[in-house]
């Protein structure tokens, strides 16, 4: 059974691009939620979609956007890229049905590190 | 809102040895709780979770973990730590603000010395 897929794994970019991650959920899972880490802020939220419609948001300025497809793959976008967007962005996905994903927990992908220079 | 607070942000331990890696959570009910594991340059890895059946949960790799209500504590222990478990420990809770958003406590690196 696959697991979650997130590419690229590495990614430098330049002040001022865009970017766009993709997230590739396991397969049957709806749910898709979007993680930003780094060494001062640790692990904070994104977002979250189900079904292709976004259901929860993170305190994150509005260049961070993110879409979901009918086939439940995710991709974020980071648009005006700043030095402070360097992180390790993961995406996690789950069976869950609803707002109850504790009973089915989530699956992490290894993240892509977006490094901007 | 709830949160977790993580109390130690390294611990050393040798191999062989007892692991105790602390975390207290602030809820106004019995939240649930997991235990997460992420290795150098890896994703996140689910090491255990609580979600009010027995306080006593058994996680992978040998780890456990017992949850306090009366002192709101959710510590993870390991009889004998291995030098594959030399990783960063986050202790983590659902919810935090709506949704199946999950809050993060802010990690504890484990290092295993022989």
């Known amino acids: 059974k696959a697991g979650v897929t997130q590419t690229p794994r590495y990614l430098i970019k330049t002040r001022g691009q865009q970017v766009t991650l993709s997230c590739s959920p396991i397969s049957g899972h709806r749910s898709v939620s979007w993680y930003q880490q780094t060494p001062g802020q640790g692990l904070q939220f994104l977002f979250e979609?189900?079904?292709?419609?976004?259901?929860n948001k993170g305190n994150f300025p509005g260049r961070f956007s993110g879409r979901q497809f009918s086939n439940s793959r995710s991709e974020m976008n980071v648009s005006t890229l700043e030095l402070g967007d360097s992180a390790l962005y993961l995406c996690a996905s789950s069976l869950a049905d609803g707002f109850s994903p504790l009973i089915y927990g989530y699956t992490f992908g290894s993240g892509t590190r977006l490094t901007v220079v | 809102a709830q949160s977790v607070t993580q109390l130690d942000s390294h611990v050393s331990v040798s191999e062989g040895t007892p692991v105790l890696l602390r975390c207290n959570y602030s809820s106004s009910y019995s939240p649930s709780l997991f235990w997460y594991v992420q290795h150098p340059n890896k994703g996140l890895q689910l090491l255990l979770k609580?979600?009010?059946?027995?306080?006593l949960v058994k996680g992978i790799n040998g780890f456990e973990a017992e949850f306090k209500k009366s002192e709101t504590s959710f510590h993870l222990t390991k009889p004998s730590a291995h030098m594959s478990d030399a990783a960063e420990y986050f202790c983590?809770?659902?919810?935090?603000?709506?949704?199946?958003?999950?809050?993060f406590g802010t990690g504890t690196q484990l290092k295993v010395e022989l």
């Open positions: 609580y979600t009010s059946a027995a306080t």
């Open positions: 979609y189900f079904s292709e419609t976004q259901r």
């Open positions: 983590v809770v659902p919810g935090g603000g709506g949704g199946n958003k999950l809050t």
